[in-house]
T-cell receptor
Framework: EAGVTQSPTHLIKTRGQQATLRCSPISGHTSVYWYQQALGLGLQFLLWYDEGEERNRGNFPPRFSGRQFPNYSSELNVNALELEDSALYLC??????????????FGPGTRLTVL | GQQLNQSPQSMFIQEGEDVSMNCTSSSIFNTWLWYKQDPGEGPVLLIALYKAGELTSNGRLTAQFGITRKDSFLNISASIPSDVGIYFCAGLRAAGNKLTFGGGTRVLVKP
């Protein structure tokens, strides 16, 4: 069974540009989560999508947004890129939100570099 | 921000040694998860714990969900070179479904 997949693997942008990152969850999983892993800051929760709706959001500015498609894949968009947005962006999925189904499985990440 | 205190921050292992790391929190979590992350890759789930007091093994790994629901530990027995990496604990509350991560324990091989 395929795990969580993310594309692209690497992305290089300049300040002020927009970045779009993509994630496909494990087959059968309906919830998708986005995390940012910046150097020295650990893993920080960004967004949670379930059944096409945004369910929760971390402490990030509105420049960070996303959506979930009917096939449960998801996009993360980062507008007006800033240098400090450089990080590994990780997507995770879970099969549900109840106990024992909320375990999150991670993809390999997209390394975003802002120059 | 980060709410889980994970220790130690780093440790050196020699092949065959047992290693231990733990996470503590001021808040209660309903689920505790342990992940391992290799450089440039995403975290890989090692063990999931769902009930207070639960002790779960996965090969040479053993983890426990603290009875107070505010802590967890991970033990690795008879370490091998491929155990090198960064280990993260993560807690999950029912509301919001976001994982809160510890700062990680970097496991290195003794020179």
């Amino acid at each position: 069974e395929a795990g969580v997949t993310q594309s692209p693997t690497h992305l290089i942008k300049t300040r002020g540009q927009q970045a779009t990152l993509r994630c496909s969850p494990i087959s059968g999983h309906t919830s998708v989560y986005w995390y940012q892993q910046a150097l020295g800051l650990g893993l920080q929760f960004l967004l949670w999508y379930d059944e096409g709706e945004e369910r929760n959001r971390g402490n990030f500015p509105p420049r960070f947004s996303g959506r979930q498609f009917p096939n449960y894949s998801s996009e993360l968009n980062v507008n007006a890129l800033e240098l400090e947005d450089s990080a590994l962006y990780l997507c995770a999925s879970s099969s549900g939100t109840a106990a024992n189904t909320d375990t999150q499985y991670f993809g390999p990440g997209t390394r975003l570099t802002v120059l | 921000g980060q709410q889980l205190n994970q220790s130690p921050q780093s440790m050196f292992i020699q092949e065959g040694e047992d290693v231990s790391m733990n996470c503590t929190s001021s808040s209660i979590f309903n689920t505790w998860l342990w992940y391992k992350q290799d450089p440039g890759e995403g975290p890989v789930l090692l063990i999931a714990l769902y009930k207070a007091g639960e002790l779960t093994s996965n090969g040479r790994l053993t983890a426990q969900f603290g009875i107070t629901r505010k802590d967890s530990f991970l033990n690795i027995s008879a370490s091998i070179p491929s155990d090198v990496g960064i280990y993260f604990c993560a807690g999950l509350r029912a509301a919001g479904n976001k994982l809160t991560f510890g700062g990680g324990t970097r496991v290195l091989v003794k020179p």
